[in-house]
């Protein structure tokens, strides 16, 4: 334990070899002594269940004694009989001492996380914590890493927990669909459940108020798999479904995108930006080939570069089998059902791609396209873990690297320890090969896995991908006909899952995704043992270090022997290094071919790879998934707030799709300036962030150093148009026009060029070229980066010569003439100047989260302002009509109520036709 832990400083006072003697000894001691709790005549060692449950209701009452940290050594003495008189084992020492140094943690307030090997009993370690911290009197959930896992171990413990009078349940809904109201689980001492379970349900308590969890705290959460859902998923997301209505008159605009991408002339003569001007034409056209509903005419519009660029993705990089596979479901529906094949190799059902990406690989396989829909509630891996504060405990097979285990220390106010094996690795590990192209890589893994197989071993290859997989077990139906050979690639098949659970046997080989590479433990027979045990290859070389020993941790599991050995394609493998850490080659000039194929080259750039994932997941991922928690808990507050001023559905639907517009604004604004970020740095530039106000004439009096506010140059762009109306002849021509928006960005920078007399250079977000407005003789060059209508930055441009070569050479010319701005004399100037305002004002609309509550509050008073969608009028309309049509139905044979029906089916109706007036209101379309 020492040995694995010497340079951690943060564990050195719980590995002191004198503490662990103390501890040990006090264990035996215990275990050969009555209780100090209570009297009973033999020592524990000789204890029966009555006697564990008669200690255990003295425990009950308290809970204090049971968190005094001298008295562990008898309750884990105690537990440990529980076990014995449960299934006739012992624990061994090595389970022991994992229990004390993940409690040990405890002392300095802070959770702990401990690598146990894959065959260790980390499962019965688990239970044994759950049951010390519930004895303490304190709410326990543990976290697995699937809900049939869940299930599993609350039905294997849940007599060892009835020996201490505590409660366990899972929370998964297997045989039953929730509807409303505390669920029976959240009753219980103890709950299982994967971590989707538990975010749905705390989303269901907080965002829909149906007291699901019936207030249970936060107290203590153990985790399995710890690295998997705490590093490789920090980004994930739980939420529950909230159907926006109207969002399918967008369909329509997704096609359109679709089709302009793959028309044969677009590469030649259409570009992103041609796109994004076509279609909102078609929109905005006097008379529109598209309809779309004026409340979403803006969020369209902002969209549209992305939907774009996802369209790209779904033609050119998502490929079937590889990042997704189609499913048909239980309604016989053919469905695009993402796979996550650089983690787990999990099929992931009832997941769906944003941003259109989902639709686009439905138009791209022609099946029934769905409706983008917005998120309005969700809860992260991160937020869920950070309720229980420092009282998180995890376990897992890998922590990784020491990059990866300061990641979860810094994040997650946790420590990290390894404790070492109960028996010693019988594994040889044979020597890397590396070939030159897929063909060679095929050959060379059927050879390989065929020779191994015909030594009456069993063999698990694995691969990245569900495709490769394929194609290598049918090289192997053909080449090893007279062999067993299995494919296992889909969770959600029964057949193929059974391939993991039946014994592996002399000679069978089973092909598989990073699905068999986590969590499975392969059984093999005793002749597999014999002949050397379970062969694994790995076909690919991770750049997380933990998911390639995760994979060769299927063999030598508790004592088996076994060996492991990985066969690469560098030809495929260089090309996915140099798409997620190019640096490497910048940093290493002399690298030769032959470098290359050697392993510690290749071992290099992945660690250096994932140290920089790291990084990003540190400084950019995880700050925006906590603010966007943060954000979403004070939005569940507002919810609440709002529901008890008035609880209309139909206003608190509008509310929720207002969040979710407002949340879809952060996010543009996140992947803008990422996107920027990646432009800017390709032409040899650095993005300037000024986090406090990102407007475009923020930016440019920062960089003229101008002593004006952003207002004052917004006015005298504006008065320079009046002055020279000319110039702006077709834009001021259709002020009132709603096509005019096709034409802000670029009459906005020209009007700046021309009345700062400057150069204005622009790199935006879909194109690696910038936009230049070049005034003749200008006295300076003004350096953006931005999406109109949303953000801008500055660049510096120190370190680029293209750019200003660019800027430069660039031919098309403003002209000099110089503006004399003057003093508008006459109304219609005032009225133009007005309007121009207005238009301009438009563009500058991102408000803060504070100022958008505010909003809300405001709006909420009155029903007409705060429904902007006319969708949810024309609901309530309908609600109001049937109800109207059922209670005449109801009552209609009581000829003395026909007076009251009449006037209650009048005044429904007049509601209704109220409803459906507003909604024309909103959006004349109706």
């Keep these: 334990i020492f040995d694995e832990n010497q340079n951690n400083i943060s564990v050195l006072d719980s590995i002191k070899k004198e503490k662990i003697q103390t501890f040990f000894q006090s264990i035996q001691l215990a275990y050969s002594q009555k209780s100090s709790l209570i009297q009973p005549t033999s020592p524990i060692e000789s204890w029966n269940q009555d006697n564990i449950k008669e200690w255990s209701t003295d425990i009950k009452s308290n809970h204090i004694w049971a968190k005094e940290q001298e008295n562990l050594s008898e309750i884990t003495a105690i537990i440990q009989r529980a076990i014995y008189l449960y299934s006739n084992y012992k624990l061994r020492h090595v389970q022991s001492l994992s229990i004390l140094l993940l409690l040990d943690s405890n002392e300095r307030d802070r959770g702990r996380l401990a690598q146990i090997a894959t065959g260790e009993g980390k499962s019965t370690i688990i239970s044994i914590i759950a049951i010390i911290k519930a004895l303490q009197g304190l709410h326990v959930d543990i976290v697995t890493s699937s809900t049939t896992l869940a299930q599993r171990d609350t039905e294997k413990y849940v007599k060892l927990y009835d020996m201490f009078h505590l409660t366990v349940s899972h929370n998964g809904e297997n045989n039953y669909i929730y509807i409303s109201g505390p669920k029976k689980c959240y009753e219980s001492s103890i709950i299982y459940g994967d971590v989707s379970s538990f975010q749905f349900d705390i989303l269901r308590d907080e965002f829909n108020l149906l007291n699901t969890r019936a207030k249970r705290s936060f107290d203590v959460v153990i985790i399995d798999e710890v690295d998997s859902m705490l590093i490789d998923e920090n980004n994930k997301i739980a939420r529950l479904a909230d159907y926006i209505l109207g969002m399918e008159f967008l369909n329509p605009i997704l096609n359109a995108i679709w089709q302009a991408i793959n028309n044969p002339t677009f590469e030649k003569i259409l570009n992103k930006y041609a796109i994004i001007y076509n279609i909102k034409s078609l929109i905005l056209d006097n008379n529109p080939q598209i309809t779309v509903p004026k409340h979403l005419q803006t969020f369209v519009f902002s969209q549209l570069p992305l939907w774009i660029e996802n369209a790209l993705l779904a033609r050119d990089e998502y490929k079937l089998d590889h990042h997704y596979m189609i499913k048909t479901d239980e309604q016989n529906i053919n469905r695009i059902t993402p796979i996550d094949y650089s983690n787990t190799g999990i099929i992931q059902s009832s997941t769906m791609w944003s941003d259109g990406l989902h639709q686009f690989l439905q138009l791209k396989h022609r099946l029934k396209l769905t409706s983008i829909n917005l998120t309005t509630n969700f809860l992260s891996n991160i937020g869920f873990f950070d309720r229980y504060k420092n009282k998180i405990y995890g376990l897992t097979g890998t922590l990784g690297s020491n990059d990866a285990k300061q990641l979860l220390c810094n994040v997650y106010s946790v420590d990290t320890i390894i404790i070492p094996r109960y028996k010693s690795l019988c594994h040889i590990k044979l020597p890397t090969i590396i070939v030159d192209n897929k063909k060679q890589w095929i050959d060379t893994i059927v050879q390989s896995c065929i020779k191994e197989a015909n030594r009456n071993r069993s063999v698990l290859i694995i691969l990245e991908t569900r495709i490769d997989a394929k194609i290598i077990f049918k090289e192997l139906r053909k080449q090893y006909s007279h ?17 993991i659970y039946s014994q592996a046997n002399s000679g069978d080989i089973i092909v598989a995704t990073n699905l068999a590479g986590r969590g499975t433990d392969l059984k093999t027979s005793k002749q597999v043992e014999e002949n050397g045990g379970l062969h694994v290859c790995l076909t690919f070389m991770p750049i997380n270090l933990r998911v390639e020993q995760q994979a060769l941790g299927r063999t030598s599991r508790q004592g088996n022997r076994g060996t492991s050995q990985m066969i690469l394609n560098i030809e495929n493998f260089i090309s996915y290094l140099l798409s997620v850490y190019p640096k490497y080659i910048d940093e290493h000039p002399n690298l030769s071919t032959d470098d290359l194929h050697e392993i510690k080259y290749l071992r290099e750039w992945c660690q250096k ?103 004052e140059l917004k006015e005298q762009m504006i008065k320079h148009i009046l002055q020279n109306k000319t110039c702006y002849k077709d834009f001021l021509t259709n002020i009132d026009n709603d096509t005019n928006i096709l034409y802000i960005e670029e009459t906005i920078m020209k009007a700046l060029m021309r009345t700062l007399n400057t150069n204005i250079v622009v790199f935006t977000n879909y194109d690696q070229l910038p936009i230049v407005y070049k005034r003749r003789n200008a006295i300076q ?15 510096d441009t120190n370190n680029s010569e293209n750019v200003l070569k660019y800027v430069s050479e660039y031919q098309d010319e403003d002209d000099d003439t110089l503006v004399e701005l003057i003093t508008m004399k006459n109304y219609n100037d005032k009225h133009l100047y007005s309007k121009l305002n207005d238009a301009f004002n438009k563009q500058d609309n991102f408000i803060d989260y504070t100022e958008f509550e505010q909003q809300i509050r405001d709006q909420y008073q009155k029903q007409d302002e705060i429904v902007k969608n006319p969708f949810y009028h024309i609901a309530k309309a309908d609600m109001l009509i049937i109800k109207s049509h059922q209670f005449f139905i109801r ?9 009251s029906v009449g006037t209650k089916q009048s005044v429904e109706r007049e509601n209704a036709l109220q409803c459906l007036n507003a909604a024309i209101q909103l959006d004349p379309i109706y």
């Design 483 to 499: 062999g067993i050979v299995k494919l296992y690639t889909d969770n959600t098949d029964i057949g193929e899952s059974n391939v």
């Design 609 to 711: 790879a994932e140290t920089d994932q790291l990084y990003k997941i540190r400084t950019k991922d995880i700050p925006e998934i906590k603010l966007k928690d943060q954000l979403f808990q004070k939005f569940c507050h507002l919810l609440s707030n709002l529901r008890e001023i008035d609880d209309d559905e139909y206003k608190l639907k509008s509310v929720k799709e207002q969040w979710g517009l407002w949340l879809k604004n952060i996010d543009r604004r996140d992947k803008i300036k990422f996107s920027l970020d990646r432009n800017i740095k390709m032409a040899g530039c650095q993005l300037i962030d000024n986090n406090s106000n990102n407007s475009i004439y923020h930016i440019i009096n920062q960089q003229l150093q101008r002593h004006t506010t952003d207002q």
């Design 781 to 795: 060059t003004i350096f953006l980066a931005g999406e109109f209508d949303v953000v801008y930055y500055s660049f």
């Design 891 to 899: 009552t209609k044979q009581f000829v003395r109520q026909i007076v």
